[in-house]
């Protein structure tokens, strides 16, 4: 069934966008990634306009992930209180983050910027979590009475300004979860994505949080970024696709609660395994498409206007 | 019963009009095109004849057909090495491009088409972009207007399909053109030349009126000129679709 969409102003197929929609919403609800990494760049592929597709991506990440953090309320696996200084960062950091794309935009190299960035970040982000989660599994198989090493103290927990995070039991200053929820919010708005595959290791690794919260906090702080970036991009550029939007998340909706029921029956090491092998998966695209000639080396914008 | 409705339309056309040499009369198989939601492209026909007070002349008589969308500027980037990563470098705005074009002709145009004629009625595909320093008439031509041709006739933006039109007995002609499902809105120019001995002799122009309708027309609106509405709009929605879904998997599982 082929619907033409009002805002991308090209018809696609209605099948494929759920489609599209459900595989990454399961990934969103396994992962606790928003899943954007994936879907702007499926969205460029199937003639979505760029601008378009990284705006509605944005809206769609919101109900994928408000579908996500429910499952989570009820399993009672969210931080409120990490999420909403991770928020507060990140409202902050998307702010910040829009000031500096429209800048680089200015500059007239924001593509090439959008793909480094994402080389850059999923390279080691991806490659990150891949030793270690693999370290994790094979430490867990050959001696597996061994007790869990404890998270040793580090920088994170020399700085001042103290906070009680009960539900993941830690005991940190404010500024590290803040400064993470920033970082988060600028890369978020830049490269047009929630920003959950940088999050959830950052919550992991910096943090010290137990991955068993991670997951139900990130979309937390995902949901207000985004819901953020929707806004400004709504305002800004009228480039959020309603009907787009609509079909990409009524198949992320229903793929984020099955994902979350899958992610019940894997170990936290496998699933990080996974995901990195995927974040792995998506840089070594990327990365290529900068490396090989292009078999179209001239490409089209709209002109006029600047 | 379309094709006897078509000669009956002529007829009256012909009638109509003031004697004058050769004229052509044409009509649209529809003015307007609506984009609905499940709009997936549209064919139009094109159709008319040949007005004479006298015998037509020995030489050959050709048709040729054009459809334009509105012009755009369309800025062109051209990709080069550096530092071993492929990076935009050299870019050039065309000042006036359409987002389409078709072209139907009875005979391939460069045998039935001057330059000059070309020129005056801006009819080929690289006429009707316009760069903006004046294109070198024959020779080398810019890299960057061949690019928006080439990019656009693969995307089937950009249709040329010579000796496409039926040609009736010198007077009666008719062609098809495949608007794709991509299209945008707005007045599409459509223009039909007749030509003898490489000139033109006589030229019809009418427009087809592409719109958005219905929920379309009033999605785009509300985005364009309540920009703040929507975007609360589009969350309201995202929100209540992710509460729906959370919602229908807990009734399922119980």
Not at chain 1, 270 to 294: E, F, T
């Amino acid at each position: 069934m082929q619907i033409y969409l009002p805002i991308a102003e090209v018809s696609v197929n209605a099948f494929l966008l759920l489609g599209l929609g459900g595989m990454v919403g399961i990934l969103s609800g396994m992962f606790g990634v928003g899943g954007g990494f994936l879907m702007t760049p499926l969205l460029f592929f199937i003639g979505i306009p760029p601008a378009v597709a990284v705006a509605t991506e944005a809206n769609q990440i919101v109900a994928s992930s408000f579908s996500g953090v429910l499952a989570h309320l009820r399993r009672r696996t969210v931080d409120f209180k990490m999420g909403g200084v991770l928020m507060a960062g990140g409202i902050v950091g998307a702010a910040l983050g829009i000031v500096l794309f429209n800048f680089l935009k200015s500059l007239g190299q924001v593509e090439l910027l959008i793909s480094l960035c994402y080389v850059v970040f999923l390279g080691v982000v991806g490659s990150l979590m891949f030793i270690e989660s693999v370290r994790a599994i094979r430490r867990s198989r050959s001696s597996g009475a061994m007790p869990p090493k404890r998270r040793q103290r580090s920088w994170v927990h020399a700085l001042p300004m103290k906070m009680k995070f009960r539900t993941s039991g830690l005991y940190i200053s404010v500024f590290p979860p803040l400064l993470v929820g920033c970082v988060v919010g600028v890369l978020a708005a830049i490269m047009g994505v929630g920003g959950g595959f940088i999050m959830v290791p950052a919550m992991i690794y910096i943090l010290g949080m137990p991955t068993k919260v991670v997951v139900g906090t990130s979309l937390l702080q995902i949901i207000a970024v985004t819901a953020f970036t929707t806004l400004m991009h709504a305002t800004t550029n009228q480039t959020v696709d309603m009907a787009l939007a609509l079909l990409l998340l009524i198949g992320g909706v229903v793929g984020a609660q099955i994902g979350t029921r899958i992610g019940v029956y894997l170990k936290a090491e496998q699933l990080r395994v996974l995901l990195a092998i995927m974040v792995l998966a998506v840089c070594l695209k990327l990365a290529l498409d900068l490396l090989i000639q292009p078999s179209e080396l001239y490409s089209l914008g709209a002109g006029g206007g600047h | 019963m379309i094709r006897r409705l078509i000669s009956l339309l002529i007829l009256c056309l012909l009638a109509a009009l003031p004697a004058r040499g050769e004229e052509v009369v044409a009509g649209l198989s529809q003015t307007d095109v609506a984009i609905t939601t499940t709009f997936k492209g549209s064919e139009i026909l094109i159709f008319g004849a040949v007005k004479r007070d006298k015998p037509a002349p020995e030489d050959k008589l050709d048709v040729i057909i054009t459809v334009s969308s509105h012009l755009t500027p369309v800025l062109v980037r051209k990709k080069e090495r550096k530092l071993g990563i492929w990076v935009n470098a050299e870019s050039a705005e065309i000042d006036f491009a359409p987002t389409f074009y078709a072209i139907r002709s009875t005979a391939p145009l460069n045998e039935i088409l001057s330059p000059a004629a070309d020129l005056q009625h801006s009819i080929s595909v690289p006429r009707a972009i316009r760069a903006h320093d004046a294109q070198p008439s024959g020779g080398t031509r810019d890299p960057f207007v061949e690019a928006v041709i080439r990019i656009r006739t693969d995307q089937g933006a950009y249709q040329v399909q010579e000796e496409s039109i039926e040609l009736t007995e010198d007077t009666l002609f008719r062609a098809n053109v495949e608007l794709p499902s991509n299209l945008t809105e707005g007045d599409y120019r459509t223009r039909i030349f007749l030509l003898r001995n490489n000139q033109v002799i006589d030229a019809y122009e009418t427009t087809l009126d592409v719109r958005k309708v219905g929920l379309e027309r009033w999605i785009y609106n509300l985005a364009h000129e309540h920009s703040l509405i929507y975007g609360l709009l589009s969350l309201i929605i995202a929100i209540a679709a992710g509460w729906g879904a959370s919602a229908f998997f807990r009734l399922l599982k119980n």
